[in-house]
């Protein structure tokens, strides 16, 4: 109950409750639970095996659209995992989405921008992983270049996201390194 009384907060006071010495030991009993931590860690896991995984079969299915006589399709293993990468990431939202339906904080869920990451990442690599089981069937082969790059970059915004809610360090760097552009803006749109 006070976890979710925490969640409920607003944004700008829950910045000032995590701070507090009491929340901040509640908060730090609850994380280094094993079922907390083993959930972070296979994302991590899921997230850089969707990574190499896509990346591998997306390179040799251009090379198959691109290349009519190199038709050999080596990646049917590593294709099998992406869609396991991408059955987690459903599995562990319906999961988030119930769970916060059941505590009636289900407005948590739709103003979270990463559960629409989450969601992007799922759609985009179970589409393209489709899209692979048939190089014939879909889009043409530059939409589909130009779909797999996108959805990598994607799953490397994932990454970034998940590094900077697990690593306070690079949380303060990624900070920082929004604040550098956010004051650039002007500049680079003048230039």
């Known amino acids: 109950?006070?976890?979710?009384?925490?969640?409920d907060l607003p944004?700008?006071?829950?910045?000032?409750?995590?701070?507090?010495?009491?929340?901040?030991?509640?908060?730090?009993e609850k994380i280094v639970q094993r079922f907390p931590t083993s959930i972070l860690m296979a994302d991590g896991i899921f997230l850089c095996v969707l990574i190499v995984c896509f990346a591998f079969t997306t390179r040799n299915h251009i090379n198959i659209r691109f290349d009519p006589e190199n038709n050999e399709n080596t990646t049917q293993g590593f294709l099998i995992m992406v869609f396991i990468g991408a059955a987690y990431f459903f599995l562990r939202e319906v999961v988030?989405?119930?769970?916060?339906?059941?505590?009636?904080?289900?407005?948590?869920?739709?103003?979270?921008?990463?559960?629409?990451?989450?969601?992007?990442?799922?759609?985009?690599?179970?589409?393209?992983?489709?899209?692979?089981?048939?190089?014939?069937?879909?889009?043409?082969?530059?939409?589909?270049?130009?779909?797999?790059?996108?959805?990598?970059?994607?799953?490397?915004?994932a990454i970034i996201v998940y590094l900077k809610s697990t690593l306070v360090d690079f949380a303060v760097f990624v900070g920082g390194?929004?604040?550098?552009?956010?004051?650039?803006?002007?500049?680079l749109i003048a230039v």
């Open 96 to 157: 988030q989405f119930t769970s916060l339906m059941s505590l009636g904080s289900l407005s948590k869920w739709w103003s979270d921008p990463a559960n629409y990451l989450d969601i992007s990442v799922i759609a985009l690599v179970s589409y393209y992983g489709v899209l692979m089981l048939d190089p014939e069937m879909g889009l043409n082969d530059e939409m589909f270049r130009a779909g797999a790059a996108l959805t990598q970059g994607i799953l490397w915004v």
């Open 177 to 187: 390194v929004f604040y550098v552009v956010r004051r650039l803006v002007a500049f």
């Open 11 to 28: 944004d700008w006071l829950q910045d000032t409750a995590v701070v507090s010495k009491h929340v901040r030991n509640i908060l730090n």
């Open 1 to 7: 109950d006070f976890l979710t009384a925490i969640q």
